[in-house]
């Protein structure tokens, strides 16, 4: 590559004004929302599971139990080498998704317009912007590879193979991206007529890149996600997901009448009222998925790497996965978006073509504006007011939690509590047949305080549980008839429904 030539066409690209307004834009809008984003559920899991892990072979044991590979838990366990401070895994987060919007503004082939549009869509908006979790690195290792797939300089295919083993070690759903980009990759070989041992040898690359991927997404025999277990969970249920998930994917707008809007989706909610959606939403899919591959019918390579990723992906959620989320289903959305880009790079799109994808953006764009806006103006979770509950417990009493608190415990109370289905103080969630066992248990939160008061001698607590107590009742009954269980404080609200706290006071029966 000419060094010259390269140097002046990157400072072309970053001298143009109207990108950078985009991008300080997106930065306000991205930083104002985090700012105001109370972290949910998973994202506290993540950051208790790297907190609780002394060594770097301690985490990659503990995450093996997630099913994810260990990218997104190695830069958590970095952060916690250095604070504690929960704060800082959105700081690294805004930087992540910062530098794939860079990207998109300022170096990928789309016209303006649909540079512009992108940034302020659903995912790169919010779904993979706001939520500090391993989705941002995988599109960021994505993009870079869109970027540099089709150039040729010194240490390219170091680099090349490099974000290669980083893409694939993010997250499962990422897998089939990083398969239909390398198909890409080894199509464009034999385009330029390389030798076919030299493209059979980078075909085995891709191959010996996923093994560590797959070695660390096998959980242990005794884990609740383990795939041996999914495979003997297959339904109607997940193929129906996957007929929906095109809609999903494409068009993640949530139903805006649902407080809990999020995992969402406008058409495919309504059907629940209005059953005459459901023929419509089939054919919907079908119309969503022909457009994508009728968009890139022009160029070989890139509808091989589309449609790569859109059969491994239904592979994946036929029998790991269920592409029943947004976050899930949008990587088949990013597959487009990596074909799309290379497309570009080729070929100047028609004007029908551009038009239909700045559509589909624009409607994003609806969406992410939605979500943004909800996210700022009502809680997401309330898991970081477990504090404001442990203070409310006078100091000559006892504080206990459940299993689904802990992670708001260990996070943000500022002592260790006992978690009374386990039976014990624990530091992190274990999806192991541990918690299937649990679960099962039809008295556990009775057995658990009568543990609990036996070895503490004592005849009061106070538990802090993510349970109402309607669904306390429900979990347990004898526990709500043996003793005598006020509700004392609450804290609701949350758009994430099983993010909400409550106090409760719990007392022997005379």
């Known amino acids: 590559m000419n060094t010259t030539a390269y140097t002046g066409a990157l400072r072309n690209a970053l001298a143009k004004p109207i990108p950078w307004i985009a991008f300080g834009l997106y930065l ?96 790169f908006l919010f779904e993979y912007a706001i939520f500090s979790r391993n989705y941002a690195p995988a599109v960021l290792a994505a993009f870079c590879l869109c970027l540099i797939i089709r150039k040729q300089f010194r240490y390219q295919a170091l680099l090349y193979y490099g974000l290669l083993l980083l893409m694939t070690n993010v997250h499962l759903l990422v897998i089939p991206l990083a398969v239909g980009l390398h198909l890409y990759f080894l199509l464009l070989l034999m385009e330029r007529q390389q030798k076919i041992t030299t493209v059979a040898l980078h075909a085995l690359l891709g191959v010996l890149i996923c093994i560590p991927a797959l070695c660390f997404i096998a959980p242990p025999h005794d884990s609740q996600v383990n795939l041996f277990a999914a495979l003997g969970k297959l339904a109607p249920q997940r193929l129906t997901s996957f007929a929906e998930a095109p809609i999903r994917s494409f068009i993640p707008v949530p139903a805006w009448w649902n407080y809990h809007f999020w995992n969402t989706q406008i058409f495919l909610d309504a059907q629940n009222e209005h059953r005459l959606l459901k023929p419509f939403n089939l054919l919907l899919s079908v119309i969503i998925t022909m457009c994508a591959f009728y968009l890139l019918k022009g160029n070989r390579k890139c509808l091989v790497l589309f449609a790569a990723t859109f059969l491994l992906s239904f592979i994946i959620a036929l029998v790991v996965i269920p592409l029943n989320t947004e976050r899930y289903a949008g990587f088949i959305f990013m597959g487009f978006m990596a074909a799309w880009w290379l497309y570009c790079y080729e070929a100047s799109p028609s004007p029908p073509g551009n038009r239909l994808v700045n559509g589909l953006l624009i409607i994003q764009l609806a969406g992410g504006i939605f979500a943004v806006s909800k996210d700022i103006c009502l809680p997401f979770s309330n898991l970081y007011r477990m504090n404001e509950l442990v203070n409310e417990v006078p100091g000559n009493k006892k504080v206990v939690c459940d299993y689904w608190s802990l992670n708001a415990a260990k996070a943000y109370a500022h002592k260790p509590l006992y978690c009374i289905d386990l039976q014990k103080q624990a530091s992190l969630i274990l999806w192991d047949n541990n918690v299937d066992a649990m679960l099962k248990k039809p008295h556990r939160y009775y057995e658990g305080v009568r543990v609990f008061f036996q070895e503490e001698g004592i005849k009061e607590t106070y538990l802090v549980s993510t349970a109402t107590p309607q669904s306390l009742y429900e979990a347990d009954s004898l526990f709500t008839q043996s003793y005598h269980v006020a509700l004392v404080d609450k804290r609701e609200g949350a758009i994430e429904a099983w993010s909400n706290l409550y106090l409760y006071s719990i007392k022997e029966k005379e």
């Not at 984003?37 to 790297?50: K, P």
């Open 28 to 123: 306000a809008v991205v930083i104002y929302t985090m700012a105001h984003h109370e972290l949910r559920y998973d994202e506290v899991n993540a950051w208790n599971i790297a907190k609780a892990s002394p060594s770097f072979s301690d985490l990659v044991t503990n995450t093996r139990f997630e099913g994810h590979p260990p990218v997104w838990f190695t830069i958590l366990w970095l952060i916690t080498k250095c604070t504690q401070d929960l704060a800082y895994i959105q700081v690294v987060h805004i930087l992540l998704a910062a530098l794939v919007v860079f990207i998109v503004l300022f170096f990928a082939p789309f016209p303006l317009i649909t540079r512009l549009l992108i940034p302020f869509g659903y995912y």
